[in-house]
Nanobody, 120 residues
């Protein structure tokens, strides 16, 4: 499977961006977004698994994950962006047990990432 994330860019705080992750080939039941800011470890952002959605606390109420199986594409609608959302965002997919959903090491298929920069 190949993943390609897009939709990143420069945004002002309080505005919105929508990321897309297009998959070619087989995808798995779990698709997820992670992010990595400079000097920090890769962080779980959100996942969708069997139609259920999961979020890190810092984005709850602001970000919405969705998946269009017909288009083999996952989305991340990011509203009310904050400067601390600045990071490279990666999409990933794998067969993941629920307890390991937030662990980057559980995923073996990754896209190359898209930069999101939020200015204050």
């Amino acid at each position: 499977v190949q993943l390609q994330a897009s939709g990143g860019g420069l945004a002002q705080a309080g505005t919105s961006l929508k990321l897309s992750c297009a998959a070619s080939g087989r995808t798995f039941r779990t698709m997820a977004w992670f992010r990595q800011a400079p000097g920090k470890e890769r962080e779980f952002v959100s996942a969708i698994r069997y139609g259920n959605t999961y979020y890190v606390d810092s984005v709850k109420g602001r970000f919405t994950i969705s998946r269009d199986n017909a288009k083999n594409t996952m989305y991340l609608q990011m509203n009310s962006l904050k400067p601390e959302d600045t990071a490279v965002y990666y999409c990933a997919t794998s067969e993941v047990i629920l307890s390991a959903l937030r662990d980057a090491g559980s995923y073996w298929n990754w896209g190359p990432g898209t930069q999101v920069t939020v200015s204050s």
